[in-house]
C-alpha cells in the first residue's frame, strides 16, 4: 500500500523552528517529486513548496508566503522528505501535509497530487 | 504566481442533482489541472488530472473538462458521499490551489 507518514509537529513560539518528516512506503521514492501543502484552520489549501527528485536535479521551490524561511530536503535512502520550518510566524499554524507530485502519464507534468498523508498540525502561538 | 478562483464558493444541492463547479485562471494553463476532494478532518483525495483523467478507482458520475483558462468539474449525479469541499489546483507553473467550493445539502 502506498502511504505517506508525517511527524514532528506541535506548538512553537513564534520566531522559533520546527522540523517535519515525511516517511513514505509502498512505492519507489526516489522516483517521485514530493510537495508539502498547508491548510489554516477553517481555511483553504495552500502550496508551501515542492523538491524534484535526485534524477531532475534535487532542487526545491517554494511560495512567496514562505520562501527564505522554509527549506525541503530529502534522504532517498530512508525515504523521507524533511520540511525544515524557520522564523515562524502565527500565521503558519495550519495542518501540513506531505504529497507525491508526480507525472501520472507518459507525457504528463509533474504536479498532480495523488497520495497524501494524514497531516500534522503546526501551531505557532506565544 | 497564477491565480485560480472558483465559483461558486457554496452550492447547496440535493442527492441526484448534477452539480457543475468552474475553475478560471489568470493565465493559461494548458491542460495542468487537478481536482480534489475533502471531507472534514481528512486529507484531500485526487478525483482528476490532466483537466479530464479520472483517477484510478474514482467513480465514474465525477468528470473534468476543459482548457487554457476555463475549467469545469461535473458530479452527474450527486451521492451522499460527495457532500464535501472540492478543489482545483495547476501545475502548469509551481502550484496553485483555488479557494475551494463546498458541496452542502440543500
Known amino acids: 500500500e502506498e502511504q505517506l507518514v508525517e511527524s514532528g509537529g506541535g506548538l512553537v513560539k513564534p520566531g522559533g523552528s520546527l522540523r517535519l518528516s515525511c516517511a513514505a512506503s509502498?512505492?519507489?521514492?526516489?522516483?517521485?517529486?514530493m510537495s508539502w501543502v498547508r491548510q489554516a484552520p477553517g481555511k483553504g489549501l495552500e502550496w508551501v513548496g515542492r523538491i524534484k527528485r535526485k534524477t531532475d536535479g534535487g532542487t526545491a521551490d517554494f511560495a512567496e508566503p514562505v520562501k527564505g524561511r522554509f527549506t525541503i530536503s530529502r534522504d532517498d535512502s530512508k525515504n523521507t522528505v524533511y520540511l525544515q520550518m524557520n522564523s515562524l510566524k502565527t500565521e503558519d499554524t495550519a495542518v501540513y501535509y506531505c504529497?507525491?507530485?508526480?507525472?501520472?502519464?507518459?507525457?504528463?507534468?509533474?504536479?498532480?497530487?495523488?497520495?497524501w498523508g494524514q497531516g500534522t498540525m503546526v501551531t505557532v502561538s506565544s | 504566481d497564477i491565480q485560480l478562483t472558483q465559483s461558486p464558493s457554496t452550492l447547496s444541492a440535493s442527492v441526484g442533482d448534477r452539480v457543475t463547479i468552474t475553475c478560471r485562471a489568470r493565465?493559461?494553463?494548458?491542460?495542468?489541472l487537478a481536482w480534489y476532494q475533502q471531507r472534514p478532518g481528512k486529507a484531500p483525495k485526487l478525483l482528476i488530472y490532466?483537466?479530464?483523467t479520472l483517477e484510478s478507482g474514482v467513480p465514474s458520475r465525477f468528470s473534468g473538462s476543459g482548457s487554457g483558462t476555463e475549467f469545469t468539474l461535473t458530479i452527474s449525479s450527486l451521492q451522499p458521499d460527495d457532500f464535501a469541499t472540492y478543489y482545483c489546483?495547476?501545475?502548469?507553473?509551481?502550484?496553485?490551489f483555488g479557494q475551494g467550493t463546498k458541496v452542502e445539502i440543500k
Open positions: 509502498g512505492f519507489t521514492f526516489s522516483d517521485a517529486w
Open positions: 489546483q495547476q501545475y502548469y507553473s509551481y502550484r496553485t
Open positions: 493565465q493559461s494553463i494548458r491542460i495542468w
Open positions: 490532466k483537466a479530464s
Open positions: 504529497t507525491t507530485d508526480r507525472a501520472l502519464c507518459g507525457d504528463c507534468y509533474f504536479g498532480a497530487f495523488d497520495i
